[in-house]
């Protein structure tokens, strides 16, 4: 943290004070996984639709994390991964975060229900709700089992963009919204058995800090065991194809076998080596989503020139 105190108006909060409230790095992944919803989707979307479409699950996004961030501010301040987040380190306000918060929620829904259609509009809402009360007011605090339920507001948005185009749900949306929820726990729970007593010095029940280091190792197994079949299932699916398949095999065997080496070792292991299996497969886990999504691009980018899909 700075010197500054979150009421210190001497320090004048600019652009990319705000703009950081809004959680960018988690809205890059909102992004580019709600354009896949949407370019995957068969029916196509005119540019400028498709863009004010992206626009408002972008803002959305940030919405939700200055929501967050208001909320969290005082676990923020204790954990180091999170002291430099601008409300504790007083480059911003919690009134401001939460002003920011609830103005581009109301902008992004109302252009977006204007702009495409109701469904795809609740489903941005509900979304925004999920994210900053279910999730940040209520389950994170209260459950070792939060970031299994809050998941699912970080897997909506390819189904918010699948409903852009569509204006429907399907099996197809489903299952990408299922993969990017069961690969949240593992991983999560990856990054908390290295960032050691962060969560537990903020009082947050993370698995690690209620049940701990050994039964996080399970539950990380456990659940990469439980996406692989969810993951390989979108392959079959019709925005699914070889391509995909293969990509979805390696990196579901390559993950798999990371959280197999997790749930072998012990701390002491862990601590001999600075968590580097964890960290490593933590890393693993930031490519696997990516490369499945950009799977799914080719795929749709083969069946346009009619070579794609099974």
């Not at 354009?35 to 005119?46: C, D, K, M, Q």
């Not at 959305?60 to 501010?73: C, K």
């Not at 969810?230 to 993950?255: H, K, Q, R």
Request: proline content about 5%.
């Amino acid at each position: 943290m700075t010197d500054m105190s979150v009421n210190d108006r001497s320090y004048e909060a600019g652009m990319g004070d705000y703009f950081a409230l809004m959680k960018p790095r988690v809205m890059s992944l909102v992004v580019f996984t709600a354009l896949v919803g949407l370019l995957v989707a068969p029916v196509p979307v005119h540019p400028f639709i498709g863009f004010v479409a992206i626009l408002c699950i972008a803002v959305g996004a940030g919405a939700s994390g200055a929501l967050n961030m208001w909320w969290d501010a005082d676990i923020d301040a204790q954990m180091k991964r999170t002291a430099s987040r601008p409300i504790p380190s007083g480059r911003t306000t919690p009134g401001e975060a939460l002003g920011i918060g609830l103005g581009l929620s109301g902008f992004a829904v109302v252009l977006l229900l204007l702009t495409s259609n109701l469904l795809a509009a609740g489903l941005l809402a509900f979304t925004i709700f999920f994210y900053a009360v279910v999730y940040s007011m209520w389950l994170k605090r209260s459950t070792p089992h939060n970031i299994v339920i809050g998941g699912a507001a970080g897997a909506f948005p390819p189904m918010i963009g699948w409903a852009v185009a569509t204006g429907s749900v399907s099996i197809e949306s489903v299952l990408m919204f299922m993969l990017i929820f069961m690969w949240t726990p593992p991983h999560f729970w990856a990054l908390a058995l290295f960032v050691k007593t962060d969560y537990g010095d903020a009082g947050v029940p993370m698995l690690t800090e209620t049940h701990g280091r050994d039964a996080t190792r399970k539950h990380v197994l456990a659940y990469t065991v439980l996406l692989v079949p969810v993951a390989l299932g979108l392959g079959v699916t019709s925005i699914g194809g070889p391509v995909y398949m293969a990509v979805a095999v390696v990196l579901n065997a390559w993950f798999l076998k990371g959280a197999y080496d997790i749930w072998t070792r012990d701390d002491a292991a862990a601590d001999a080596d600075n968590y580097a299996v964890e960290k490593q497969v933590f890393k693993v886990s930031l490519y696997y989503l990516f490369a499945h999504f950009v799977a799914l691009l080719v795929e749709a980018a083969l069946r346009i020139n009619g070579i794609g899909g099974w």
